[in-house]
């Protein structure tokens, strides 16, 4: 029995290590996690990404991140795409327990050496007049439009239905055993 026993451990660990190694490439590779970054004068636009959207739904939320590596402030001031009918740039709010989302007036300043995040519940992307459902897996191209930097072609990495941050990251990390040792 204990030669069974023995046999079986030895058999499993490197299947559970093969298993493991997987998981954590998935969930911490650079592809993964991040879009490809897009250098636009002194603008880093990295983290481009965007939740899959039910069917029927005509609107959804762009996040990224915008590093100004330069000298002087930028503004985003607006975006297009061919999926979406109009982009504005929004912010979302909490004010007495009710949840408020409103334009950014006048566009989103992203001071120099400085990075602006746009995430859930915060800064986004309000896609309006959706064509088609985002469909987890998808690439949707967009223009941003900065001040100084001008138009500014991205590719927003559609992530699943719920999705708190891109490459799967976050909702999967949530679930995991607090008793899983690495």
């Known amino acids: 029995m204990e030669n069974a026993k023995l046999t079986i451990a030895l058999i499993a660990r490197p299947a559970l290590g093969a298993i493991l190694a997987a998981w954590l490439l998935a969930f911490f590779s650079p592809s993964a996690v991040r879009a490809a ?58 004010n007495n327990g009710v949840m408020r989302m409103r334009p950014v007036e006048g566009g989103l300043t992203i001071d120099p050496g400085k990075t602006v995040k746009l995430a859930p519940s915060g800064l ?31 590719t927003l990495d559609v992530q699943g239905i719920g999705a708190q941050a891109p490459g799967g990251g976050g909702a999967g990390m949530k679930k995991m055993d607090k008793g899983m040792k690495m």
């Not at 590093?67 to 930028?74: I, L, Q, R, T």
């Not at 949707?140 to 930097?149: C, G, R, W």
């Open 124 to 154: 986004h992307l309000m896609m309006m007049d959706l064509k088609t459902p985002l469909k987890q897996g998808d690439k949707l191209p967009l223009t941003l439009q900065f001040e100084k930097a001008g138009k500014v072609a991205v």
């Open 37 to 94: 970054e897009v250098k636009a004068g002194d603008l880093v636009i990295s983290q481009a990404w965007t939740r899959a959207t039910p069917g029927g739904a005509k609107t959804g939320g762009g996040y990224l991140t915008i590093e100004n590596k330069g000298n002087a402030p930028d503004k985003l001031i607006g975006a297009s795409a061919d999926a979406a009918g109009k982009i504005e740039v929004h912010e979302m709010s909490m």
